[in-house]
């Protein structure tokens, strides 16, 4: 009699998917930052931060994409990243495309030493209070490129009361329009609401200069053939 095939424990089926959100949606959301970024300007030769990359949800488009050492991630979760090679994209595009990690909860952006075209932060800042999305913030701001821009994503409503100190996932902050304006206006960062979809959070571009930002009629023309989330 031929043994039965071992299978894994239910908590590890697909888990690497499931905490960075919903599993059956793990593809399509990838996919959405993808195409954004690229609508946006992502170009080959460009350097991508992928700030709280997971397990490569969008590192699996963007890595193979992108020129060799234009792709970095920070991800204090490091098993999420190696989920993401080992179930998601594979070693041979770790070798090929050598792509850069950082494990830092500090909020930094500097651990590199390069300066970013593009800065991406999905779901970051509804899982954190004032202080960090402050740093974050000026950490963002002063590793961009010239001309670069920093695309991130919020919880729009009542602004929650929550400790501000730390990550608070897997619990969600809300914020004001007007309170993610006056984080970056604090940043030193202009910014622009950006009409990208997404079922939960609001998308918001920043930069440098308001000359950098995408034109308004640019951010309409996102609106256009917009993908479907389900």
Partial sequence: MSERPVRPPPETWFHHRAFVGQPQRYDVAGASQFALLFLLGLREHHRLLDFGCGSLRLGRLAIPYLLPDRYFGV???TRLVEAGFEQELGQDARTLKRPRFDDNRDWRADVFGEQFDFIIAQSVFSHTGEGPAARALAAFAGALAPGGLIVANWLLGPET????TDWVYPECVAFSPARIAALA????LSVRACPWPHPALRWFVMARS????????Q??????GMPAWD
């Fill in 75 to 77: 991800e204090p979760e």
């Fill in 210 to 217: 308001e000359a950098d930002l995408p034109s308004r009629q």
């Fill in 219 to 224: 951010m309409a023309a996102l609106q256009v």
């Fill in 161 to 164: 009361a929550v400790d501000t």
């Fill in 185 to 188: 206006v604090g940043a030193g």
